[in-house]
C-alpha cells in the first residue's frame, strides 16, 4: 500500500473546474431526487449525494481512450465523464435522447464513444468485464486502462475476488476504484466485512498495488487516480484504490434509512466533499453562488430536454437483441 | 474428403480461426500444457504461445467475465468452460452480462463471445459432471445456442460462432469426441439457425440434439426393418432456431419425436413441441412423443445411469408410439 504523499499542484483554475462537475453532479442528484419524488421518473433510484469527489477525481484523471464500469449509483460517474446532462437525464425518463437510448435506465448509463462500458446493477458484476478488457488493451499494446467503480458491498461477492486475482496474476491493464461508503444498502461495513474500515487489505491478499485515499478531497482523489492509471497503463500490473467516502443520502431515493443513526447521518454531511473544496479554495459567496446557479441552470434545462424527449416505440423493445 | 473426430473438428476450427485472426485467443482451466480436460486444446500452446492459449485459474466467473471484457474491447475470445455444470458457477455472468450488455446500452456495445462446454453421461462421472443444461441458454434472449453433433457440423459452427458479434455457447458433448464422420477439404463455415436433414423419412419426424442424433440414427433403421419410414432432423442450432425447416418437415410425416439427453421435463423438446404444436396443428396426426433423460440427477452405479439417460430403444419405442404401433 502506498500514501500519496507528493501531490501533483493542481492549480485554482482545474480545481474550479472541479467545483464546476461537482455542483453538477450534486444538483443533478438533487432534481433527479424531486423529480423521483413528484412521480415523474419510472424504475428506482440511487444518487451519490456525498461521492461527488470520488466521480469528478477520478473520472477527471482518466484519459481519452479508457474505459470504465459503473455500478447501480452511476449518474456522477457518467455525468464526470462527460456525458451530457440532458442525455442521462433523458435515460432516466426512458426517452429515446437518453444515453442508452432508453433501453437501458438509472442503472445501466452507457456512454461507449466516452468509455462507460456500463453501469452495472448487479454488484460486482462489472468487475471481470475490466479485467478482461484490461487483458485486450496487454495484449494488444494499447496505452489505454479499464477502470471499476465498486462499493465496499462489492468486496463480499465472488466476481470480486476471481477478478482481482486473474488481474493481478496476468497483470491486466485495470485499477479497482472501491468507493468504501461504509454501507452496503442497509448493512453496515461491520457487519458485512472483517475489514470494513480497511479495504486495501483485499488487495494485499492478491499481491496487489494499492492506494489509500481520503474521497472527500478531491484533489487527492486526482492524484491517486493518475498514479494508479499510469501504473496501469505502464503495464506494472492492476491498482487498487481504496477510497474512503460517504453516502449522505439513503440507499435508494425514498429510503427512510430507519437502520442508520442521526449521528451517522450528521456526520457524513460533515463530510461534504463540496464544502470541502469550497474552503480550499477560498471562494467567497458571490463566486460559489455563480458557479452554483450555473450548475442549476444546466440542471433545469437537462430536465426540460429530458421531459420534451421521444418516448420509443413499444416495438422498439424488440430491437438491440441481438448484434 | 478426409475424416476426422469430433475432437479434432473442433480443434482445428479453433486453429484455423487463430491463425487467421490475431483477435482470437483462447482461455480456460488446464487447456494449455495439458490440453484442455477432454484434449481438444491440445497442441494450440506449441503453435500460438501462452499470451493466446491461456490457461486459468479455477475461477468460471472471471472466465467467462473477463471473456466478456475482451471482447467489448474488440477481441474475439474462445474461453473453455471443463464442464457444463460449471456453468452455473459463470451463469451470472452469461445471464446478465454477456446477454444484456448490447441490449441495456441501446445498440452501442457487442458482445463477440463464444463459450464452449462440454458434459454428457455413458461414462459413470455421477451427478455434477455430465448434465445437459443447453435449454437454460435458450430461455435468454441475446445469446445463441449450438449443439453440433458431427466432425463436419461442430467445425463449421465454432467457426461461425467465432466470428459471430453476440454471445455463443457451443455445447459439445463428451462421447461424440471420438466419434469420426468426414469433413470438407476446406472448412465450411455453416450459418447459425440451419437445421440439417440427417435422413429422409415419410412417416415420422424425429427431432434430436447432440448424441440423440446418432441414436436416432439406429432407431430409425431399426423401426425401417418395420416398415416406419422416419427422417431425423438436427436442428444443430437451438437459438436461433430453424423452425422453417422442422414445420416443413413435420407438414409431410405429420408425426414427431424430439429427443435429447437432458431432462424431458422443461427440456428443449418442450419448446420444440409448442412451436410445432402451434405453427403444423393441422397436419399433426399424433400426439408429440419427447424422449430425454428421466427427472433425476445422474447416478453413479452405470446401471442406474443407464436406465435414466435415452438411449435407441426409447427413440424407437417413442416413433411407434405415433404411429400406432
Not at chain 1, 444515453?99 to 456500463?118: A, F, I, P, Q, T
Not at chain 1, 487489505?201 to 491517486?224: F, N, P, T
Not at chain 2, 479453433?14 to 485467443?25: C, G, I, P, S
Not at chain 2, 422416419?230 to 419425436?257: C, G, H, M
Amino acid at each position: 500500500m502506498a500514501k500519496v504523499e507528493k501531490k501533483r499542484a493542481l492549480n485554482d483554475k482545474t480545481l474550479r473546474e472541479f467545483m464546476r462537475e461537482m455542483l453538477l453532479i450534486r444538483r443533478f442528484e438533487e432534481k433527479v431526487e424531486e423529480r423521483f419524488r413528484a412521480g415523474d421518473l419510472p424504475g428506482f433510484l440511487h444518487v451519490a449525494i456525498g461521492q461527488e469527489a470520488v466521480a469528478v477525481g477520478v473520472c477527471q484523471a482518466m484519459d481519452d481512450g479508457d474505459t470504465f464500469a459503473s455500478t447501480h449509483r452511476a449518474h456522477g460517474h457518467t455525468l464526470a465523464r462527460g456525458t451530457s446532462p440532458n442525455a442521462v437525464f433523458a435515460e432516466l425518463y426512458g426517452k429515446i435522447e437518453g444515453c442508452s437510448h432508453g433501453y437501458g435506465g438509472s442503472m445501466h448509463l452507457y456512454d461507449v464513444e466516452r468509455g462507460n462500458m456500463g453501469a452495472n446493477a448487479v454488484i460486482g458484476g462489472g468487475l471481470p468485464a475490466v479485467t478482461g478488457a484490461g487483458l485486450a488493451y496487454k495484449l494488444r499494446d494499447e496505452p489505454r486502462v479499464a477502470l471499476a467503480f465498486f462499493g465496499d458491498g462489492s468486496t463480499n461477492i465472488g466476481t470480486f475476488h476471481e477478478s482481482l486475482n486473474l488481474a493481478q496474476l496476468w497483470k491486466t491493464k485495470t485499477v479497482f476504484v472501491c468507493e468504501n461508503n461504509h454501507w452496503a444498502e442497509s448493512t453496515p461495513g461491520w457487519q458485512h466485512s472483517p475489514v470494513w474500515d480497511d479495504m486495501s487489505k483485499r488487495a494485499l491478499s492478491y499481491d496487489m498495488y494499492s492506494i489509500k485515499v481520503d474521497g472527500q478531497d478531491v484533489e487527492a482523489v486526482y492524484e491517486a487516480a493518475h498514479e494508479a492509471l499510469d501504473y496501469a497503463r505502464s503495464g506494472e500490473g492492476p491498482v487498487f484504490v481504496d477510497i474512503t467516502t460517504y453516502r449522505m443520502q439513503g440507499h435508494y431515493i425514498g429510503d427512510p434509512q430507519v437502520y442508520r443513526t442521526k449521528e451517522d447521518r450528521e456526520s457524513a454531511a460533515a463530510h461534504d466533499p463540496i464544502v470541502r473544496l469550497r474552503e480550499r479554495l477560498e471562494l467567497s459567496d458571490e463566486e460559489f453562488d455563480a458557479l452554483d446557479s450555473e450548475a442549476h441552470e444546466i440542471v433545469e434545462a437537462a430536465l426540460v430536454f429530458a421531459q420534451n424527449g421521444t418516448d420509443p416505440q413499444p416495438e422498439d423493445a424488440l430491437k438491440n437483441v441481438y448484434a | 474428403m478426409p475424416e476426422i473426430t469430433y475432437r479434432e473438428a473442433v480443434r482445428d476450427a479453433l486453429v484455423q480461426a487463430m491463425r487467421e485472426n490475431e483477435d482470437v485467443f483462447i482461455m480456460g482451466e488446464d487447456i494449455a500444457e495439458m490440453g484442455g480436460s477432454m484434449g481438444v486444446t491440445q497442441g494450440l500452446l506449441d503453435e500460438f504461445g501462452p499470451e493466446r492459449v491461456r490457461n486459468t485459474p479455477i475461477s468460471e466467473m472471471a472466465i467467462v467475465g473477463a471473456g466478456i471484457g475482451a471482447a467489448m474491447a474488440g477481441m474475439r475470445p474462445v474461453v473453455e468452460i471443463m464442464y457444463e455444470d460449471f456453468l452455473t458457477l459463470s451463469l451470472e455472468q452469461i445471464v446478465n452480462q454477456a446477454a444484456k450488455h448490447r441490449y441495456m446500452s441501446g445498440g452501442q456495445l457487442k458482445v463477440p463471445l463464444t463459450i464452449r462446454t462440454q458434459g454428457g453421461a455413458g461414462w459413470s462421472p455421477g451427478a455434477q459432471h455430465a448434465q445437459q443444461l443447453e435449454a437454460w441458454l435458450v430461455h435468454i434472449p441475446g445469446l445463441k445456442v449450438a449443439f453440433p453433433s458431427t466432425p463436419e457440423d461442430v467445425r463449421g459452427i465454432l467457426w461461425t460462432a467465432i466470428h459471430d458479434d453476440n454471445p455463443v455457447i457451443v455445447f459439445e458433448h463428451r462421447l461424440l469426441y471420438p466419434v469420426k464422420g468426414e469433413v470438407p477439404e476446406q472448412l465450411e463455415p455453416i450459418p447459425l439457425g440451419k437445421a440439417r436433414t440427417v435422413r429422409e423419412g415419410s412417416d415420422v419426424t424425429v427431432i434430436a440434439t447432440g448424441p440423440l442424433v446418432h441414436l436416432s440414427v439406429d432407431a430409425a433403421k431399426a423401426a425401417e426393418d418395420e416398415g416406419i419410414s422416419v427422417e431425423v432432423i438436427d436442428p444443430r442450432t437451438l437459438q436461433p432456431l430453424d423452425e422453417d425447416a422442422l414445420v416443413a418437415s413435420v407438414q409431410k410425416t405429420n408425426r414427431v419425436v424430439v429427443a435429447h439427453e437432458a431432462v424431458t421435463r422443461m427440456g428443449f423438446g418442450a419448446e420444440v413441441a409448442a412451436v410445432l404444436q402451434y405453427k403444423a396443428f393441422d397436419y399433426l396426426d399424433a400426439p408429440i412423443e419427447r424422449v430425454g433423460a428421466k427427472f433425476a440427477p445422474l447416478a453413479f452405479a452405470p446401471v442406474m445411469e443407464q436406465f435414466i439417460v435415452p438411449n435407441a430403444d426409447d427413440v424407437l419405442a417413442a416413433i411407434k408410439r405415433t404411429v400406432g404401433k
